[in-house]
């Protein structure tokens, strides 16, 4: 097949590709590209598709365990979620696109998440965010906050998915380059999993959904280098359409419904180009389309971007041969776009036509199967001194003004603004809402079982020792699952780091790769997909920012935990081991200005088992309520503790000025380490007197220390040692002041 092809072009027309990588597109091609192909690898060699610079140390990770139906490789992974149900979920980035045009980058991200999960044949049924931004109160942040707030409220609202969960994060590195990772849930038939791999020769290729525009060109190109100078940024942020991307659920479920879908792939990232390179190279087969069949809404468009535009609401489907009608009858009832516009052919050739023209030919897998590559590493020279810290020289500081701080925090403050502007009740499968260290969602067809959902990740820890770190984020997800009484299940990651082009950074990825595999390890939890996010920086790097968002299995939804004390004269205890320190502590940043220290590798065998005693306390009915113990150490868990019961009628009817805890501490040591210095593995409950004996029981069995610390009493959260002159408290606050520090727009009593 003769394809056009240019004269060899200078160095600085080599798209996206450097200068090697055009050589070669050439040996592989044997010829030089047409300016259709050279587009094509531009994208699908760029690091946001080919993982070029992160393949290799993501094969560290454990993609196999009990229940997994789909591993990394296909659009989302699937676990058995029981009761013949899988469960498929993904999280992505849209860090990018979030930088520049708030809004749409947010709305987007969600919109492309949704149809990751949608490919796998699955009905969208929950959606989660992990949101980092500078300091709220720069002026340049403020607008970034609430666009992308904003951005995923209206699309998640409008297109009938609630937002179940998320977390909030503020630093200054992010101050240019947000993060906005988004995950996504899905519900599937487990014999009802759809693959991408396009098989069957003669087989039709079928375009579904919204027309192609110019919006979104070269993003994938435009997600895979740096943010700064970039003239070309606001073309390559897609605008989305909730309302046609409700349609296109409904069209695709159906369509898949009918039997005669054999693949099917979104149009994301790369747009077609990927679609089609992906699909033909995964099932061995090729493609022959002709890019004039594409329904466009706008006129003029050469061939070149029609191919790699990423307008949004797009799938593309191989359908069997003679059942085409079938299909496009089911768009057609939708009131959505839908042809042919190719067939499956056996020869791997993928050949794509302009009318009568031949623009590319060439072997899918050479878009593929893109160069990997072996950056150098090495320890970041910050390193050394940020881990000379010694907190033994730390000024003393009040303890209720340092807990009055740390919760106005964003990161330890309530995140309630954000969550009221979400619909989580669509649906109505959300148990336990927002708010909480989990969300709960029943599954109506399998009751009682139900799924929980958490989401979790800490770049200071991971800037100050990013194996540490990715250790972390996955441990406290685990965490945060227990305390709801779910069993963890799988893992999917998006790892968010500055250029893998500069040993240090590059370094701090591989090193958080190692922690979060040796964790899941530990944990036995696999990790089934996941997303990379290189070069965040925009005149800086970010923090090294690995985010987990773990999936559990729940027996019985009726059978969790709150954060919140459940009853007044309820006994609280301290749940897990650990030493807490101040090294790399929300504290230290907060109240002293420094981001330092060196983090103690944690117990991982005396963690998993503290995880396995929360949930099986939980699922028993024996704790009455359960927190995670984390950023802000104690302290911060305790007033939690008290403001979430605050918020709830039933607990603010039995203390309505309350209810609050007394708390006393054995071999406390300095006050600040004890209230507010943090170690990975410790739960706060709380437990009717008459359940105590039960829950030591099962702590002697699985070999858990547990503690009974206080009670829940009075209108007040007080702190005792007992070391201290005259049982003078460490920390005496109304429950009220710590609501209107932790929650400003709580309602008070």
């Known amino acids: 097949m003769a394809v056009e092809t240019p004269a060899r072009p200078p160095e600085r027309q080599f798209g996206a590709l450097r200068p090697a990588e055009y050589a070669e597109v050439c040996r592989r091609l044997g010829r030089d590209p047409s300016p259709a192909e050279l587009g094509m690898f531009g994208v699908m060699w760029s690091e946001h598709c080919a993982y070029k610079h992160s393949r290799a140390a993501l094969r560290r990770l454990p993609v196999k365990g009990h229940g997994v139906l789909r591993g990394p490789g296909e659009n989302a992974g699937a676990i058995d979620a029981g009761g013949g149900l899988a469960a498929v979920f993904k999280m992505e980035s849209h860090n990018h696109p979030s930088a520049v045009v708030p809004f749409h980058g947010a709305a987007t991200g969600v919109g492309g998440i949704i149809r990751d999960v949608l490919a796998m044949g699955a009905r969208p049924v929950a959606l989660l ?33 609630p937002t179940v969960g998320g977390e909030l994060r503020c630093a200054p590195c992010y101050r240019a380059n947000p993060l906005v990772n988004v995950a996504c849930l899905g519900l599937v038939p487990a014999d009802r999993i759809a693959t991408s791999r396009a098989a069957g020769p003669g087989n039709a290729v079928v375009y ?78 090729g493609m022959d389309v002709d890019l004039q069949k594409v329904p466009r809404r706008e006129e003029g468009m050469a061939p070149e971007e029609v191919l790699l535009s990423e307008s949004q609401e797009r799938m593309l489907l191989v359908v ?57 590493a090495a320890p970041p020279a910050y390193l050394e001194e940020a881990r000379r810290f010694d907190a033994s020289s730390l000024p003393a500081h009040d303890p209720a003004e340092a807990l009055l701080t740390l919760l106005r925090r964003p990161g330890t403050a309530s995140a309630r603004w954000v969550f009221r502007q979400y619909d989580h009740m669509i649906q109505t499968n959300t148990v336990v809402p927002p708010g909480g260290d989990a969300a709960v ?55 968010n780091f500055a250029s893998p082009e500069r040993p240090e950074v590059f370094w701090t990825f591989t090193q958080a790769v190692d922690g979060i595999a040796r964790a899941c390890e530990a944990l036995e939890v696999p990790v089934v997909g996941g997303n990379v996010s290189f070069y965040n920086e925009a005149g800086e790097g970010i923090y090294p ?143 009717p007197a008459g359940r105590m004996p039960d829950l030591l029981n099962l702590a002697r069995r699985l070999e858990v220390p547990v503690q009974v610390i206080g009670r829940v009493a009075g209108d007040r959260l007080v702190v005792t040692a007992d070391g201290s002159p005259a049982g003078r408290p460490l920390l005496d606050v109304s429950v009220a002041a710590l609501a209107r520090a932790w929650d400003p727009i709580v309602e008070e009593a």
């Open 441 to 495: 969602l029943r599954l109506k067809d399998a009751a009682p079982r139900g799924l929980a959902l958490s989401v979790d990740g800490n770049g200071r820890s991971s800037y100050l020792d990013p194996y540490v770190g990715g250790m972390l984020a996955v441990l406290e997800a685990a965490q945060n699952l227990a305390c709801a009484g779910a069993r963890p299940a799988a893992v999917t990651d998006c790892l």
């Open 320 to 376: 069997e041969a003679g059942r085409e009608e079938e299909v496009l009858a089911v768009a057609r009832r939708w009131d959505l776009p839908a042809v042919v516009i190719g067939r499956v052919v056996a020869e791997p050739v993928l050949t794509v036509r302009d009318g009568g023209r031949a623009i590319v030919t060439l072997d899918p897998r050479y878009l593929t199967d893109a160069p990997v590559y072996a950056p150098d």
């Open 545 to 687: 920012t690995p985010i987990v968002a773990m999936l559990g299995r729940v027996d019985d939804v009726g059978r969790h935990a709150r954060p919140g004390w459940s009853g007044v004269g309820d006994l609280v205890v301290l749940i897990g081991g650990g030493v807490p320190a101040l090294d790399g502590s929300e504290y230290l940043d907060a109240i002293h200005g420094r981001v330092a220290g060196r983090l103690a590798e944690p117990d991982l065998p005396a963690v998993a088992r503290t995880i396995r005693y929360v949930r099986e306390a939980v699922a028993a009915g024996l704790l009455a309520s359960a927190h995670d113990c984390a950023e802000g150490g104690l302290a911060v868990a305790l007033a939690e503790c008290c403001v979430v019961a605050w918020q709830d009628a039933s607990a603010r009817a039995a203390a309505p000025a309350g209810p609050g805890a007394r708390v006393t501490l054995r071999g406390a040591g300095r006050p600040d380490v004890a209230l507010f210095g943090e170690a990975i593995g410790r739960v706060v409950g709380s437990v």
């Open 129 to 161: 965010d992990s949101l980092r931004f500078g300091p709220p109160d720069d002026p340049a942040v403020a607008p970034l906050i609430h666009g992308v707030v904003a951005g995923i409220a209206a699309y998640g609202n409008s297109i009938g998915v």
């Open 208 to 285: 579904l959904g919204a027309r192609t525009g110019r919006d979104g060109m070269q993003g994938a190109a435009f997600a895979s280098v740096e943010l700064a100078g970039n003239p070309q940024d606001r073309s390559a942020v897609q605008m989305g359409d909730p309302f046609t991307g409700k349609l296109l659920i409904e069209a695709t479920l159906e369509a898949l419904a009918t039997g005669a879908v054999v693949a099917i792939q979104d149009l994301g990232a790369a747009g077609l180009t990927c679609a089609l390179s992906e699909m033909s190279a995964r099932g061995g087969v």
